[in-house]
């Protein structure tokens, strides 16, 4: 302790001194040493204590990392879709996906599951018809009697039907699968020139797998299905943005918001029955940012009702869809004003900077977030342009949700190395990882956004002290209440101790 308090006192005289001769003094390797060493306790994890296996553990994270740095074709510096095989034979990420990693914060409910599980799994089921759209896109429906015909679509084909008359079914398979994901083979940067064409298909995508996970013998397994593929990915709890859609039966009957949330809170309590180790779910009701005012202001008072009859499961409210071309914040102002006026609590979780415009009423969303106390932020790609809303946010310990990958498909930035969120880890910023839409980018679980961040935000200087802080803010930043968030972190500390124990060699 002494040793400490007196080298910032010794560096603090070299300073003095060197000012006292003008600056023109040759500076203290002790003062430099002093320097570097305080802003890396700045960073996110920068004063987490490792005891001796996480520090052995540490030593092999560098070498590892190293070793990726040293690559010519660096994965963090390329599209995610030319990088994609290459983290997946490193050996680097192979340790990141046995890593406990908390809680995703922010995934959404139509893009949790693997492609090849809707078209394996669902299309071959009997019933499901398919169209195809002017837009050359596709639509899903599964129904006991031929489908009414849908504007702007070709005549309904039963998809067994369609398969006995096809050639070769794999290149059928092929195209429906390219119609429900944004990864392509081809040159992603020539394929997707601008933000207006991916965001067109990234909507067009949603919308062609909206028929299959909304039948309601799918939606079940779906939803069971993404649980798997996070817990596999050593993921113990999600926080769901879910637009609860109107869930329809074979025979056309629907069923409403209520239903689709207790279908929810059904398959959470029983995977977690079947998973001891996995500590639940929770949903944020969304609702589109284009739509009017009384649009979203039946939203809140429809999630007022789902938060009082569902406390457990409901953990509260947001806006999605593309920032850019949706009314912003502040046009939405009375209706999301509505469960303060009757006293209700209802905890908002906005998207709200993700965008690259600037001076821009889409650019003052950060600021309203806080203004009407969101919980966390979803992305907050702009924060960095914004330091008012940037101190208030660490001053009331507003979390942002950070999806790298999300980002630079969606063509926020190219290289993740520039991602804003490298700075705010640099300064121990309040942030989670998390993975937004991971089966619209060929991704699954959580860990290849882990990869990104830890190797492309942190550079050489993150470590893992790094990783485990990020892995705890993801429960100390979620809804769960305190007395929750500490059964969690119980349940996280044991995985994550086992975890160091068998890989510190």
Not at 165 to 179: Q, S
Not at 201 to 224: C, H
Not at 337 to 351: A, K, N, Q, Y
Not at 465 to 490: C, H, P
């Amino acid at each position: 302790m002494a040793e400490q308090l007196q080298r910032p006192l010794v560096a603090g005289v070299c300073l003095f001194m060197c000012l006292l001769a003008g600056g023109l003094c040759i500076p203290d390797p002790r003062y430099r040493e002093s320097l570097i060493q305080e802003e890396a306790s700045m960073q996110t994890g920068g004063q987490v204590v490792l005891n001796e296996k996480e520090k052995r553990l540490d030593t092999r994270l560098l070498k590892m990392k190293q070793d990726e740095v040293a690559r010519a074709d660096f994965p963090p510096a390329m599209h995610f879709f030319k990088a994609r095989d290459l983290i997946r034979n490193s050996p680097m990420f192979s340790l990141l996906q046995k890593m406990p990693k908390g809680g995703a914060l922010h995934v959404h409910d139509l893009a949790m599951v693997d492609i090849e599980w809707l078209v394996k799994n669902v299309t071959y089921r009997p019933l499901c018809y398919m169209c195809f759209t002017n837009t050359q896109s596709i639509r899903f429906i599964f129904s006991s009697q031929w489908p009414e015909p849908l504007p702007n679509c070709s005549p309904w084909n039963l998809l067994e039907t369609l398969r006995a008359k096809v050639v070769n079914t794999t290149d059928l398979d092929n195209r429906i699968r390219g119609k429900l994901t944004l990864f392509t083979d081809l040159d992603p940067e020539k394929v997707y020139p601008n933000q207006d064409v991916v965001w067109d298909r990234f909507e067009q995508a949603f919308m062609s797998m909206w028929g299959l996970v909304t039948y309601a013998p799918v939606f079940r397994e779906y939803f069971y299905q993404g649980l798997t593929e996070f817990y596999k990915d050593n993921v113990m709890y999600l926080e769901v943005r879910a637009l609860l859609p109107e869930i329809y039966e074979l025979d056309g009957r629907t069923h409403d918001k209520a239903w689709t949330l207790k279908t929810y809170q059904d398959v959470t309590r029983q995977f977690t029955a079947e998973h001891p180790d996995f500590f639940g779910t929770r949903i944020i009701l969304t609702v589109h940012r284009g739509a009017n005012s009384s649009v979203v202001t039946e939203a809140v008072e429809e999630a007022m009702k789902l938060q009082r009859d569902f406390p457990d499961i409901m953990a509260g409210f947001d806006l999605v869809g593309r920032e850019d071309v949706g009314r912003p914040l502040w046009y939405f102002r009375d209706a999301l004003s509505l469960p303060t006026e009757r006293g209700v609590e209802l905890p908002f979780f906005f998207h709200a900077g993700e965008t690259d415009l600037q001076g821009t009423d889409v650019d003052q969303n950060l600021l309203d977030a806080l203004l009407f106390n969101t919980s966390r932020i979803g992305h907050g790609y702009a924060l960095v342009r914004h330091p008012v809303a940037k101190e208030l946010s660490r001053k009331k310990g507003v979390a942002l949700e950070v999806c790298p990958i999300s980002n630079q498909v969606m063509k926020l930035v190219t290289d993740l190395r520039n991602h804003p969120a490298a700075a705010l880890m640099s300064e121990n910023h309040p942030l989670v990882i998390s993975s937004d839409d991971p089966a619209m980018f060929g991704a699954s679980g959580l860990s290849y956004d882990f990869y990104e961040a830890f190797v492309g935000f942190g550079g050489l200087r993150s470590h893992l002290g790094s990783l485990k802080a990020l892995a705890i803010n993801s429960i100390r930043y979620s809804s769960l209440n305190a007395s929750q968030q500490e059964k969690a972190l119980t349940l996280w500390q044991r995985r994550w101790d086992k975890f160091v124990s068998e890989n510190a060699f």
